[in-house]
């Protein structure tokens, strides 16, 4: 195989790689009514003037299904960390004990569970498209070298094939993400 192709296929691979990690990320941030350390991760708390972000100032921990536990290793930090919290915009009400901070995470009605879904769907639509994108470029570069005379049909028939497969794959990734968190959201 041409060295361009591969490093074409290389970079189509990384840049549906990204899709995924991003839908990762996204989806962790819709929460489901089930208590995930992941819920805070984007708090970020003034430590002695730096923004920090949370855990780099505290242990987190999820001690049950619907409770977040945030322990600072500083107890003088206790109330930046709360405050912090309330101003994240994350819609939680933290409730501290002076040694530790308790996230309560509640159940969501059907009618937020479904509109829960619809983020998720919207999400996923757009990882879809990330993927179809890669696709698209890959396709066009192909396309490209093959008028230059850089490689031959069989050539760029070939690597179309292998990006497609690439294509599938990572949207049946996709959709296995999906399933999982609309299943995750739906699940009392």
Same mark, same amino acid.
């Given at each position: 195989?041409?060295?361009?192709?591969?490093?074409?296929?290389?970079? @189509?691979?990384?840049?549906?790689?990204?899709?995924?990690?991003?839908?990762?990320?996204?989806?962790?941030?819709? &929460?489901?009514?089930? +208590?995930?350390?992941?819920? =805070?991760?984007?708090?970020?708390?003034?430590?002695?003037?730096?923004?920090?972000?949370?855990?780099?100032?505290?242990?987190?921990?999820?001690?049950?299904? &619907?409770? !977040?536990?945030?322990?600072?290793?500083?107890?003088?930090? =206790?109330? @930046?960390?709360?405050?912090? !919290?309330?101003?994240?915009?994350?819609?939680?009400?933290?409730?501290?004990?002076?040694? =530790?901070?308790? =996230?309560?995470?509640?159940?969501?009605?059907?009618? &937020?569970?479904?509109?829960?879904?619809?983020? +998720?769907?919207?999400?996923?639509? @757009?990882?879809?498209?990330?993927?179809?994108?890669?696709?698209?470029?890959?396709?066009?570069?192909?396309?490209?070298?093959?008028? +230059?005379?850089?490689?031959?049909?069989?050539?760029?028939?070939?690597?179309?094939?292998?990006?497609?497969?690439?294509?599938?794959?990572? @949207?049946?990734?996709?959709?296995?993400?999906?399933?999982?968190?609309?299943?995750?959201?739906?699940? !009392?």
């Amino acid at each position: 195989m041409n060295e361009e192709i591969q490093m074409l296929i290389d970079e @189509t691979i990384e840049r549906m790689e990204h899709a995924i990690a991003h839908l990762d990320h996204e989806l962790a941030h819709i &929460r489901a009514g089930k +208590a995930s350390t992941r819920m =805070i991760d984007g708090v970020n708390v003034d430590y002695y003037g730096a923004m920090t972000p949370l855990p780099q100032v505290a242990n987190i921990s999820t001690p049950d299904a &619907r409770t !977040i536990a945030i322990q600072p290793w500083e107890k003088k930090m =206790i109330h @930046t960390i709360e405050r912090a !919290i309330i101003n994240s915009n994350l819609g939680f009400n933290p409730e501290n004990n002076g040694e =530790i901070i308790r =996230i309560n995470v509640p159940v969501p009605t059907e009618e &937020r569970r479904r509109s829960l879904v619809k983020d +998720a769907h919207k999400e996923s639509e @757009t990882a879809k498209v990330s993927v179809r994108s890669a696709r698209k470029d890959g396709n066009d570069f192909l396309k490209k070298m093959l008028k +230059a005379k850089e490689i031959s049909e069989d050539e760029e028939k070939v690597s179309v094939e292998q990006i497609q497969e690439l294509t599938d794959s990572y @949207t049946k990734k996709i959709d296995l993400m999906l399933q999982a968190k609309e299943k995750e959201i739906l699940t !009392i």
